[in-house]
């Protein structure tokens, strides 16, 4: 009886139409395009414009899109997961909601938070399911509205962030592709350095914590970065060194797109080559939990069935971490 591995089936991913590029920014904040790009490789993001639009609309028009590429009956799917630091709501679950808008009647769903690791992290779970031999077909999203937690006062993170989502298939496969290995790693170290302080059970919310902008996003961006760029360059050394894999056996780094110092200090420590490197970030910024599955998405066509995959990702509270991913079709 062959081994059943958990591999990538679709791709989908969607970004809104509205861009606020570096020049826009500098009549916000006291910033430049030049500034901007040199120490985070961003040219544009994208926000989510419309009342009443929040990550569900974004999740769902990803989804969409997958089932545009593939097809497949939503009402095969098995299980919803989305990642996400922007639910629709503080306690209805926005995966839910995305699983009965989609057609996924037979789903059960839930959303899994661990920042700009939700992904990464969602990917394991997906995974793990898959193995198990209990269900077949199970979406994974990665969706944040970031534009709804950041201040556009705040130059430290109102020039990073922006909206998008990105969905993916996971399903059984025989032939030893999909999921080979996994490092993932979290330390509370990192929760001062990058959270919303109020909207919590610790905070709850209050004119005062809204007067005194406690519901936006803080971050200390120097020390964020120092983390980042450590953890992210060890994990994916680490899974390479483990599962024997050279420079040259890596076909494509897919790394979380939150700065691109940190994804090139990502590549030379792996020492892969810059042309097999992903890199969306001067189109959308920091998506969040979206990073990763809009890559997939972007450079679905570069694929090739067997191809070796690394991702990585960093996120607050910290979270951290690598896959090794054999590409399925």
Request: with cysteine.
């Amino acid at each position: 009886m062959s081994t059943i591995t958990a591999a990538i089936t679709a791709v989908g991913g969607y970004v809104p139409d509205f861009v606020l590029s570096n020049q826009v920014l500098e009549t916000l904040v006291d910033t430049n395009d030049e500034w901007i790009t040199s120490r985070t490789g961003i040219k544009e993001r994208r926000l989510l414009k419309g009342e009443g639009l929040g990550t569900s609309y974004l999740a769902i028009k990803a989804a969409e899109d997958l089932f545009s590429r593939k097809s497949i009956n939503p009402a095969e799917i098995d299980m919803v997961i989305v990642a996400t630091t922007t639910p629709d709501m503080p306690v209805a679950s926005t995966a839910v909601y995305v699983a009965s808008q989609i057609g996924a009647v037979n789903a059960f769903a839930y959303d899994l938070q661990a920042a700009c690791s939700g992904f990464l992290f969602g990917m394991s779970t997906a995974a793990a399911y898959i193995q198990s031999g209990r269900y077949k077909k199970i979406l994974l999203i990665g969706a944040d509205k970031m534009s709804s937690i950041i201040d556009y006062t705040d130059r430290a993170t109102c020039i990073i962030f922006g909206d998008g989502a990105g969905a993916v298939l996971f399903e059984p496969n025989e032939e030893g592709l999909g999921l080979q290995d996994e490092f993932l790693r979290s330390d509370g170290v990192g929760r001062e350095f990058l959270k919303i302080d109020a909207g919590g059970s610790i905070l709850p919310a209050s004119k005062e914590t809204v007067e005194n902008r406690q519901h936006y996003v803080f971050q200390d961006g120097k020390t964020v970065f120092k983390y980042a760029v450590s953890g992210m360059a060890d994990v994916s050394e680490k899974i390479m060194e483990r599962n024997g894999l050279s420079k040259d056996d890596v076909d494509f780094l897919v790394a979380h797109q939150a700065n691109k110092r940190i994804i090139d200090a990502t590549a030379s420590r792996m020492g892969v080559d810059e042309s097999k490197v992903l890199v969306n970030i001067h189109r959308y910024g920091n998506t969040t939990s979206g990073t990763l599955p809009l890559l997939l998405s972007d450079f679905e066509d570069k694929f090739k069935k067997g191809d070796n995959l690394i991702f990585a990702a960093f996120g607050g509270g910290f979270t951290w971490g690598s896959i090794y991913l054999k590409w399925a079709y």
